[in-house]
């Protein structure tokens, strides 16, 4: 079965510095996807920033930017100069056909 | 274009009570999913609906079953409430067809078993 593993429930970032979320899968495909997700305090959560494993490049949207390390079978998010609005929940998930598996997330404390 | 919209978003029950959640989908996505969401457990996958047919189950118990209508909404039920009920229930939808996309979420429905 496939597992999502996020292994740091809990981060702090300064405001303008620079954090990395972890994220390992565990999964015997070689073809699907990985997606960041943001849960802000409102709840609704928005995604981040996805990958298809298919693909070597690893994936950026403006200030965040994953490190895809698909042997390790590793899938890190970094966020750049975090901003307060970056404070959040984030969730690391896998999709193989219509089957998303979840993270437990690390909740992401961002300090002025 | 409107997003998912699930209701209602708080509610409180009772043990023993059930509950029925709803959930209306971006138009055009014929795919909705429903998660729990616990503190430290994460998001928990119940089930998935494709044009009205149940094409995917988590792993909980029967009290808990949902339903998809021709215009795409969804509704969730858990019957006989327990207190380990309470939780957020996240509805998302997805275009499907292919397998490619994301999902996008709603609010959720913040259900209290008392």
């Known amino acids: 079965a496939q597992t999502v593993t996020q292994s740091q429930p809990e981060m702090s970032v300064q405001e303008a510095e620079t954090v990395t979320l972890s994220c390992t899968y565990d999964?015997?495909?070689?073809?699907?996807?990985l997606f960041w997700y943001k849960q802000p305090p409102s709840r609704q959560m928005i995604l981040v920033i996805r990958q298809e494993a298919y693909k070597q490049q690893n994936a950026t949207e403006n200030r965040f930017s994953v490190n895809f390390q698909k042997a390790a079978k590793s899938f890190s998010l970094k966020i750049s100069d975090s901003q307060l609005g970056d404070a959040a929940m984030y969730f690391c998930?896998?999709?193989?056909?219509?089957?998303?598996?979840f993270g437990t997330g690390t909740s992401l404390t961002v300090i002025p | 274009k409107a997003g998912v919209t699930q209701t209602p978003r708080y509610l409180i029950k009772t043990r023993g009570q059930q509950v029925t959640l709803s959930c209306s989908p971006i138009s055009g996505h014929r795919s909705v999913s429903w998660y729990q969401q616990t503190p430290g457990q994460g998001l928990q996958f119940l089930f998935e609906?494709?044009?009205?047919?149940?094409?995917n189950k988590g792993n909980f118990p029967g009290r808990f079953s949902g339903r998809q209508f021709s215009n795409s909404r969804s509704e969730m039920n858990v019957s006989t409430l327990e207190l380990g009920d309470s939780a957020l229930y996240l509805c998302a939808s997805n275009p499907a067809g292919g397998n490619t996309g994301e999902l996008f979420f709603g609010e959720g429905s913040r259900l209290t078993v008392l």
């Open positions: 999964t015997s495909e070689s073809d699907y996807y």
């Open positions: 609906y494709f044009s009205e047919t149940q094409r």
């Open positions: 998930a896998y999709r193989r056909f219509n089957q998303f598996y």
